[in-house]
T-cell receptor, first 116, second 115 residues
Framework: AQTVTQSQPEMSVQEAETVTLSCTYDTSESDYYLFWYKQPPSRQMILVIRQEAYKQQNATENRFSVNFQKAAKSFSLKISDSQLGDAAMYFCAYRTPQTGANNLFFGTGTRLTVIP | DTAVSQTPKYLVTQMGNDKSIKCEQNLGHDTMYWYKQDSKKFLKIMFSYNNKELIINETVPNRFSPKSPDKAHLNLHINSLELGDSAVYFC??????????????FGPGTRLTVL
């Protein structure tokens, strides 16, 4: 079974600084998808970034980028130029490409605080 | 023009009652899901439906039953509610299952409190 581990329950960052959130996962599959979701106090789950395992290039979305290390099964999220609106719970998630199994396996989340 | 909507957003009820949470998506997606987020914020899949057929059913008590009247709706019925059912329940949807990393779009969540 796939498991996703986020070892940092809480992180904090000064506004305008950079922070990295860690995520590791366990799988025997070679092809899969990884996601970072953000959950602000409003509870809404918002996709931040996604990575396809067969792509070696790290995904980037504006101030958000990932460091995908397939051999190490590591998928960290880097937030640059942190803003107050980045404060939220961040969840790492794994999805198998197998047909009929489209659900996400989530980590336990990291609560990010942005300090003005 | 909400993509995935859930009703109600808050639900407070007594132990032993039967309740339903409704979910609707207007994205034309083929697959819908229900997730449970416990008090420690852990999110876990409960069900997924593809074209009105249950394709994954995790180890969820049979007191929980998803019902999909059509492709745009996936309602969650819960019988004989227990204290441990208190959680936030999220509905989500995604396009037809393919090998691409399709994003799942989440609803706003329903906070269920069982007294």
């Amino acid at each position: 079974a796939q498991t996703v581990t986020q070892s940092q329950p809480e992180m904090s960052v000064q506004e305008a600084e950079t922070v990295t959130l860690s995520c590791t996962y366990d799988t025997s599959e070679s092809d899969y998808y990884l996601f970072w979701y953000k959950q602000p106090p409003s509870r809404q789950m918002i996709l931040v970034i996604r990575q396809e395992a067969y792509k070696q290039q790290n995904a980037t979305e504006n101030r958000f980028s990932v460091n995908f290390q397939k051999a190490a099964k590591s998928f960290s999220l880097k937030i640059s130029d942190s803003q107050l609106g980045d404060a939220a719970m961040y969840f790492c998630a794994y999805r198998t490409p197998q047909t009929g199994a489209n659900n996400l396996f989530f980590g336990t989340g990291t609560r990010l605080t942005v300090i003005p | 023009d909400t993509a995935v909507s859930q009703t109600p957003k808050y639900l407070v009820t007594q132990m032993g009652n039967d309740k339903s949470i409704k979910c609707e998506q207007n994205l034309g997606h083929d697959t819908m899901y229900w997730y449970k987020q416990d008090s420690k914020k852990f999110l876990k899949i409960m069900f997924s439906y593809n074209n009105k057929e249950l394709i994954i059913n995790e180890t969820v008590p049979n007191r929980f039953s998803p019902k999909s009247p059509d492709k745009a709706h996936l309602n969650l019925h819960i019988n004989s509610l227990e204290l441990g059912d208190s959680a936030v329940y999220f509905c989500a949807s995604s396009p037809h299952i393919t090998r691409t990393g399709n994003e799942q779009f989440f609803g706003p969540g329903t906070r269920l409190t069982v007294l």
